[in-house]
């Protein structure tokens, strides 16, 4: 049974940092395209950071240079390293196998200004 459970989120001031991690189960770890999305009170679900099994990455135009995404094989984790936070980051954050209908629950990020 594959599992995605995240952890990390909260209420940060902008400019500030929060580290994001996705720990999964339950699928060989490093085989998939895995993800972070956002969604946005009102808004679409968009994607944030995707890391290839190869380990290439791609970031949103909004996050790029100020997040990074990488694994962490010790820990079967996916984590999204987020600085310079802005106000327009507050979402809820959610993991997600690329190419599957596996999602996490969800973390929240509230940026205050």
């Known amino acids: 049974q594959v599992q995605l459970v995240e952890s990390g989120g909260g209420l940060v001031q902008s400019g500030g940092a929060l580290r994001l991690s996705c720990a999964a189960s339950g699928i060989i770890f490093g085989s998939r395209t895995m993800a972070w999305y956002r969604q946005a009170p009102g808004k679409q679900r968009e994607v944030v950071a995707s890391?290839?099994?190869?380990?290439?990455?791609g970031y949103a135009a909004s996050v790029k240079g100020r997040f990074t995404i990488s694994r962490d094989y010790a820990k079967h984790a996916v984590d999204l390293q987020m600085n310079d936070l802005k106000p327009e980051d507050t979402a809820a954050y959610y993991c997600?196998?690329?190419?599957?209908?596996?999602w996490g629950q969800g973390t929240q990020v509230t940026v205050s200004s």
């Open positions: 890391i290839e099994r190869g380990g290439t990455t």
């Open positions: 997600h196998i690329e190419d599957t209908t596996y």
